[in-house]
């Protein structure tokens, strides 16, 4: 019993021995793991203030020097720098836009006569002239270097028609029937002697936009400038659209005012061969 007794006293003195030593082993870990973090968050410190100091002034006025020396003076259309950086992206392939539909090189050879009126579906976009009158936009370079070629060589054109609406065309053509039923001749021949010189509404050039009616300016014979204009309309894309010798062929009596749009080449072939618009479709197909 006394063997057994210090044998239970010396293992308690053992265990307690090396419960001991596992304390302070603990303790030691636990100290060692401190001193770590707090090393880090001390390293973790001292790097976050040095990249917040401005630095020293060596070194600042070195930075502003470079950056005077490699980027352009701001203007107002440039913005300003900032330190922000843009995230890295991936380039993405650039998106192609749906092909523009084809443009209907036609518009400048429409045919419009008593036999072939205006399409319902005809659509103009106009530009407004200084002198109130309107054209198609698409037209209004090659006039207006006409009329200034046309100013420099002494002759002085003006547009004294141009575009009209439906209604519009309508109120020349009875002004013109009731002038001649002034002059003595019945309606029905008053009628048919204004179809000679005005079309019906739907029918006539002047609603696509395309037609002018040009005279001389400051109230002077326009002899010199119909001329002028026969002989150079066709460098910037105009014709003389009523001649004199195609008046059965065009319905219309001879009009040395009337000039229409129809496109440089085009215009070149009509003056060339001696044709009028309804000859040249004919002949050119649609």
Known sequence: MPEQNRYTAEQRRYL?????????????QNLLLMLLIAAVV??????????????????TTQSQSVLATTEPALTATQPPLTTEQPEATTAAEP??????????????????????????DYTVSLK???????????????????FDDARAQGIHPLINESFRTRERQQEILDK?????????????????KARQTVALPGTSEHELGLALD????????????????????????????????????????????HFRYVGVEAAKEITEQGLCLEEYVEQTGP
């Open 16 to 28: 307690a021995e090396r419960r001991r030593k596992r304390r302070a082993r603990r303790r030691r």
């Open 42 to 59: 001390i390293l973790t410190v001292l790097i976050a203030v040095h990249s917040c100091s401005p630095g020293t002034p060596e070194e």
């Open 95 to 120: 998106e192609t836009d749906p092909p523009a539909p084809a443009e209907d090189k036609s518009w400048n050879l429409i045919l419009v006569n008593a036999d072939h009126p205006l399409p319902e």
């Open 128 to 146: 407004e002239l200084r002198n109130g009158h309107h054209v198609d936009e698409r037209i209004y370079p090659e006039l207006q270097q006409m």
């Open 176 to 192: 013109y029937t009731a002038s001649y039923e002034a002059a003595g001749m019945s309606h029905e021949d008053a009628y048919a």
């Open 214 to 257: 040009i005279i001389a300016e400051y109230d002077a014979d326009s002899t010199a400038t119909w001329n002028w204009l026969k002989e150079n309309s066709w460098k910037y894309g105009f014709i003389l659209r009523y001649p004199a010798d195609k008046v059965e062929r065009t319905g219309i009596d001879y009009e040395p005012w």
